[in-house]
């Protein structure tokens, strides 16, 4: 099993560029969501989303999309890159919102 | 709203000491809460669940609903425990959602 998957590991976008960030489970988790890391913060929910179709905003949601258009797959897309963006993202899945949840290895993203 | 608060931004000790990370919660209902461990250049991991009341690697958390505390023990460090340790609680955000808050973490630092 490769668990969470997220890819690409690293990226260095310029201002306004837009992307995503791929994030793919094999477990059958409902549950997946993507967080930032950032130095003194601990880690800050952006989007959540508990089955194919139903996504749900978190705590930082400004500058990001996402979509569950099946239950593997759990996109996050930047429309247009900020510096303040720049930060380490992490996937996470599970089978409920309250049990445990499995990483990914994260995207190491930096916006100059 | 909840909130995880881990008063320590960097905590030292020596090979061999007793080791206590401390992690105080605010919610009005019955928390899941949970540690999760980082170590360097790894994903984040699960440690513990309050729910299971086990020992993992040497580690134990009890929960303490009169305190609102959930502090990470282990009562002989080891090099190998130096990582970053994250509490988290899972708890309905409302609207039928729940959120898993996470604090901002304690890094643990073992002096041989």
């Known amino acids: 099993n490769a668990g969470v998957t997220q890819t690409p590991k690293f990226q260095v976008l310029k201002t306004g560029q837009s992307m995503t960030l791929q994030c793919a489970q094999d477990?059958?988790?409902?549950?997946m969501s993507w967080y930032r890391q950032d130095p003194g913060m601990g880690l800050r929910l952006i989007h959540y989303?508990?089955?194919?179709?139903?996504?749900d905003q978190g705590e930082v949601p400004n500058g990001y999309n996402v979509s569950r258009s099946t239950t593997e797959d759990f996109p996050l897309r930047l429309l247009s890159a900020a510096p303040s963006q720049t930060s380490v993202y992490f996937c996470?899945?599970?089978?409920?919102?309250?049990?445990?949840?499995?990483f990914g290895d994260g995207t190491r993203l930096s916006i100059l | 709203a909840q909130r995880v608060t881990q008063p320590e931004k960097l905590l030292s000790v020596f090979k061999g000491a007793p080791v206590e990370l401390k992690c105080n919660y605010s919610?009005?209902?019955?928390?899941?809460l949970f540690w999760y461990v980082q170590y360097s250049r790894q994903r984040l991991q699960l440690l513990l669940r309050?729910?299971s009341r086990e020992s993992i690697k040497g580690f134990t958390a009890d929960l303490n609903k009169g305190e609102t505390s959930f502090h990470l023990k282990k009562p002989f460090a080891q090099e190998e425990d130096s990582a970053m340790y994250y509490c988290?609680?899972?708890?309905?955000?409302?609207?039928?959602?729940?959120?898993?808050?996470f604090g901002k973490g304690t890094k643990l630092s073992v002096i041989p």
């Open positions: 988290a609680l899972s708890a309905y955000s409302g609207a039928g959602s729940y959120q898993l808050t």
């Open positions: 996470a899945s599970g089978r409920t919102p309250v049990g445990p949840q499995h």
């Open positions: 309050h729910i």
């Open positions: 919610y009005s209902g019955s928390p899941e």
């Open positions: 477990m059958n988790h409902e549950y």
């Open positions: 989303s508990v089955g194919a179709g139903i996504t």
